[in-house]
Nanobody, 127 residues
Framework: QVQLVESGGGLVQAGGSLRLSCAAS????????MGWFRQAPGKERESIAT????????AYADSVKGRFTISRDNAKNTVYLQLNRLKPEDTAVYYC????????????????????WGRGTLVTVSL
């Protein structure tokens, strides 16, 4: 079983950037497809970026495409989310999640697909 811990959230002005990290422990990291999800107050959880086991391929939600980049370092057991050109509507708790599957990409994984979750990190974007 893998444990996931997110970090890097905070308060940023619109147009700014943040880099989120998710450190995994337990299990073999490359056995897991990884993803980032978010949930804004009063809204449903949203899948925003998922990445293949090798890190060679990623998929994004339309709401973040071109602004956010997911990556992973299997040697460090860490997945990242680079958030650029942030907007107030990006304000949410961001979660990383893992799924025990060999994921080859080409589609965005949904939250229902994922097996393990972190506790989240809050990103607040001000005007």
């Amino acid at each position: 079983q893998v444990q996931l811990v997110e970090s890097g959230g905070g308060l940023v002005q619109a147009g700014g950037s943040l880099r989120l990290s998710c450190a995994a422990s337990g299990g073999s990291f490359s056995d897991y497809a990884m993803g980032w999800f978010r949930q804004a107050p009063g809204k449903e959880r949203e899948s925003i970026a998922t990445i293949t086991n090798s890190g060679s391929r990623a998929a994004y939600a339309d709401s973040v495409k071109g602004r956010f980049t997911i990556s992973r370092d299997n040697a460090k057991n860490t997945v990242y989310l680079q958030l650029n050109r942030l907007k107030p509507e990006d304000t949410a708790v961001y979660y990383c999640a893992a799924r025990t599957i060999y994921y080859t990409g080409g589609y965005l994984l949904t939250g229902d697909n994922m097996n393990y979750w972190g506790r989240g990190t809050l990103v607040t974007v001000s005007l």
